[in-house]
Nanobody, 121 residues
Framework: QVQLVESGGGLVQAGASLRLSCAASGRTFSSYYGWFRQAPGKEREFVAAISWSGDNTMYADSVKGRFTISGDNAKNTVYLQMNSLKPEDTAVYYC???????????????WGQGTQVTVSS
């Protein structure tokens, strides 16, 4: 079992930056981690993923160029640096360890409680 704790969310104005953190404990090893988000009344959607084995990353088109996913394997922590935030980025953000380098939520096994990001216009 893996426990995940996301943090770093908050209320910011459009154009601001936030850095989300996801600390993993328990059976922490995973070659893949992803960030997803869910806005009220919407499906959970893919944001970014990282594959440490190949040092690969991928992003949703809506965040490409603005968000950066990274990780510190020694600290079992994954980060999501979010720049130039827009009101449409408002959502609860979740991280998860995955079994594959994928955009599909079914490729991820455990989910944290999420952290709220609210961007005002």
């Amino acid at each position: 079992q893996v426990q995940l704790v996301e943090s770093g969310g908050g209320l910011v104005q459009a154009g601001a930056s936030l850095r989300l953190s996801c600390a993993a404990s328990g059976r922490t090893f995973s070659s893949y981690y992803g960030w997803f988000r869910q806005a009220p009344g919407k499906e959970r959607e893919f944001v970014a993923a990282i594959s440490w084995s190949g040092d690969n990353t991928m992003y949703a088109d809506s965040v490409k160029g603005r968000f950066t996913i990274s990780g510190d394997n020694a600290k079992n922590t994954v980060y999501l640096q979010m720049n130039s935030l827009k009101p449409e980025d408002t959502a609860v953000y979740y991280c998860a360890p995955g079994v594959a380098f994928t955009r599909e939520a079914r490729g991820y096994l455990y989910w944290g409680q999420g952290t709220q990001v609210t961007v005002s216009s």
